[in-house]
């Protein structure tokens, strides 16, 4: 079965730090490119970025809104995916959701995590 | 960027009825097209993609059609759980953009 398993959110200062985890099992996970996606509460899904996999250097994507502050990083040998925050803003103040890549570029998003709340606030 | 326009941003609709879901891309992108389910609470379920692709496991109730900017997501005979709020995404280009959601309530 399939799990992907979001951890690591909570309560942080503006221009603070937080680490987001994901682990997954039930696929080999060196296989997949993953993304983050978050979502504030009531509100609709923004697509923060993408780690694709070894074959593809690692390379990385990240929309506008978190370049230069978000990193995406992958371990294979742990079948694990971070998002590492820096210089948080209270509108980072979200759900984030780790998600598989079906396939490769143009492929949606077929396996979720349960979300993990970030919530930036003094 | 490419943006998602979906419509409406609600339905109201009985067990049984057929709804249909717009959305309209800004620019073309081919059929790299994907819908997503979400309950309150929990995370999207992907139903459909590349337009009109049916995901594993998902009710063929559920279908997708169009090509280029115009998609349709077609719920039909809907049932109790299919009440929830819908997600258009494209798939086309970076960044990854989805349409704003359709709320399906109980009429």
């Known amino acids: 079965e399939v799990q992907l398993v979001d951890s690591g959110g909570g309560l942080v200062q503006p221009g603070g730090s937080l680490r987001l985890s994901c682990a997954v099992s039930?696929?080999?996970?060196?296989?997949?490119?993953m993304d983050w996606v978050r979502q504030v509460p009531g509100k609709g899904l923004e697509w923060v970025g993408r780690i694709r996999n070894k074959p593809n250097s690692y390379s990385t994507e990240y929309a506008a809104s978190v370049k230069g502050r978000f990193t995406i990083s992958r371990d294979d040998s742990e079948s694990s995916l971070y998002l590492q925050m820096n210089s948080l803003k209270t509108e980072d103040t979200a759900v984030y959701y780790c998600?598989?890549?079906?396939?490769?570029?143009?492929?949606?998003?077929?396996?979720w995590g349960q979300g993990a709340l970030v919530t930036v606030s003094s | 960027d490419i943006q998602m326009t979906q419509s409406p941003s609600s339905v109201s609709a009985s067990v049984g009825d057929t709804v249909t879901i717009t959305c309209r891309a800004s620019q073309a992108i081919n059929n790299w097209l994907a819908w997503y389910q979400q309950k309150p609470g929990k995370a999207p379920k992907l139903l459909i993609y590349d337009a009109s692709s049916l995901q594993s496991g998902v009710p063929s109730r559920f279908s997708g059609s169009g090509s280029g900017t115009d998609f349709t997501l077609t719920i039909s005979s809907l049932q109790p759980e299919d009440f929830a709020t819908y997600y258009c995404q494209q798939a086309n280009s970076f960044p990854r953009t989805f349409g704003g959601g359709t709320k399906v309530e109980i009429k």
């Open positions: 998600a598989r890549v079906r396939g490769t570029y143009h492929s949606p998003f077929d396996y």
């Open positions: 039930g696929f080999t996970f060196s296989d997949y490119y």
